[in-house]
């Protein structure tokens, strides 16, 4: 599987063209982000769960990303998909790949991106009573710590 | 209930179940880590991952600091491969705005790299070691031997940077210190040394039949298991698949150096532990093909900078990434055209890896727990970040 071959059927199965980033760069509705994940693995052979995180473009929503590789090929495929304004809602990849639930709860923790249907969404990082989510452009640097309970 | 939480039918037939904590301050942590095990008599059945002890918001920092100031802030996230760590920031910083970095600073950072690589394993080796205790005659033997050998690389780190455990050895554009005279003479001696005592700790690990029952069949990750987690590194290599960054995408030339990538298909500690002691060996061959070929030229690309803020990096995005001792170290830097990154995203090698043990624990004694998370090798400054 070529960049090229891959690139070619991402165009037939799903009208988007990928962009050449150093791998194959693909935006997505959040729709279809599930089924893109399992067509990469299935079709495109990208069994490799490299990470998922997310950027928050502040009053344009938050963009998660996922980066997933077949190691034969070799190919990398970066998945992205852009949440509108005030939506946190985002579809799992832990049917997927195993790797996706700590990644996802990381996500979860730092930037309150709740991946639907995770089986065990909750902090990772921060302690279950933090408040907020630092990696929003919002939280303060300086942002207090909640009293000691 | 979560998948990782599923309690796995295993070996004791009774129905008792007892909830055992382990950490997070249990010395075979080698940092802050707590596990919740779930047992039966003896058998672990469950394993809940508590981590986050040790985490300081290295992304928000990251943020936060200038180009110039984070790469030796960047070397705490992996604080026992700090140069590798610096090395994944300074390539993400590089890749994004397309800086040059001199030939002479690309051999010199392998060279680094390389000897921190054997300055990790060589704490790996001793801390699994001591971790399984006893049965390897006389529990912090082997330690004792691998930290000899690790001050020896600490000591010529300290030679070249005045440092032994964070360097601020790497800068955008470049690294910070040309060798010392005569240092060169001083590397290829302690890398005849701990060539030599490889042999030796091979000799001790390899015939002891405790060793081998500890490790052989114990901990098995397989092919798939492995890919789909997403683990790297020795670990990888141990399952069966020739995965390393230096090999899939070459960084700092190391297209001009030869030497191989070992792999193991058992997928078993033990497997793991063979690939690391193949890698010892390949690494010291790496500095010396360095040493031998360091050409000369300047050590940076950029002039120094009188203010913190003064680089600056166009709009732009990328994810660099190297091998570091533990796996692949990825930094994803995304630009706004300011002195500080919009975003900057830490792939750790250890938070994958670790990411690993709820699938492996299960089905084995409490002892072999610690046997288990030895061979993993995580650094909890990396998990955590």
């Not at chain 2, 790297?232 to 030339?253: K, T």
């Amino acid at each position: 599987m070529t960049a090229a071959d891959a690139s070619a059927l991402i165009r037939e199965r799903f009208g988007i063209d990928a962009v050449a980033d150093g791998g194959l760069g693909v935006t997505l509705p959040s729709q279809r982000w599930e089924e893109f994940a399992r067509f990469a693995r299935d079709e495109l052979g990208c069994r490799y769960f490299n990470w998922l995180s997310a950027v928050d473009w502040k009053d344009q929503g938050f963009e998660v990303l996922c980066r997933v590789e077949n190691l034969d090929a070799p190919l990398v495929v970066t998945m992205r998909t852009r949440l509108p304004a005030g939506e946190t809602r985002c579809p799992t990849l832990t049917g997927l790949y195993q790797g996706a639930d700590w990644m996802e709860r990381e996500c979860f923790d730092m930037f309150g991106v709740v991946f639907e249907g995770h089986p065990d969404l909750r902090r990772i990082l921060l302690s279950d009573d933090w408040e907020g989510y630092p990696l929003r452009k919002d939280y303060a640097v300086d942002t207090p710590l909640a009293p000691y309970r | 209930m979560p998948e990782t939480r599923q309690v796995v039918e295993v070996g004791y037939g009774g129905n008792e179940r007892l909830m055992m904590n382990m950490g997070p301050q249990h010395p075979s942590s080698h940092g802050v880590f707590r596990m919740i095990l779930t047992l039966e008599g003896e058998t672990v059945v469950a394993v809940d991952a508590v981590i986050g002890y040790l985490h300081r918001c290295h992304e928000k920092l990251g943020e936060t600091l200038t180009y110039v100031q984070y790469p030796s802030i960047a070397s705490k996230t992996d604080y026992v491969a700090a140069m590798t760590a610096e090395l994944a920031y300074v390539s993400a910083v590089e890749k994004v705005a397309k800086f040059e970095v001199p030939r002479r600073a690309q051999y010199l950072r392998v060279i680094a790299a390389e000897l921190q690589r054997i300055a990790s394993h060589c704490l790996w080796l001793g801390t699994w070691c001591m971790d399984m205790g006893g049965a390897l005659g006389g529990g912090a033997t082997v330690f004792l031997y691998c930290i000899r050998e690790r001050e020896m690389v600490l000591d010529r780190f300290e030679e070249l940077t005045g440092a032994r455990l964070l360097y601020g050895f790497h800068q955008v554009g470049g690294i910070r210190y040309d060798v010392p005279a005569g240092w060169d003479k001083k590397v290829r001696e302690t890398l005849d040394v701990i060539e030599a005592r490889l042999d030796e700790y091979e000799a001790m690990l390899d015939a002891n039949a405790f060793f081998r029952v500890r490790t052989q069949g114990v901990g098995v990750i397989s092919r798939e298991l492995a890919q789909a987690v997403g683990v790297s590194g020795p670990l990888i290599r141990g399952s069966g698949i020739g995965y390393d960054v230096r090999r899939a995408e070459p960084y700092s030339s190391y297209e001009d150096f030869d030497f191989l990538v070992p792999v193991e298909t058992a997928g078993d500690c033990y497997a793991r532990y063979r690939v690391r002691m193949v890698e010892f060996r390949q690494s010291i061959r790496i500095v010396r093909q360095g040493l031998d070929g360091l050409p000369e030229g300047p050590i940076s690309s950029r002039p120094g900078v009188k203010s913190v803020g003064q680089v600056r990096v166009p709009k732009g995005e990328g994810y660099a990434r190297v091998e570091g001792a533990r796996g692949e170290v990825g930094c994803y830097l995304v630009s706004d055209g300011g002195p500080k990154p919009y975003r900057l995203k830490w792939r750790g090698a250890s938070f994958s890896n670790l990411a690993v043990l709820p699938y492996i624990v299960p089905g084995h004694k409490v002892a072999d727990v610690v046997a288990i998370m030895g061979s993993v090798d995580p650094v909890f400054g990396e998990v955590d970040r």
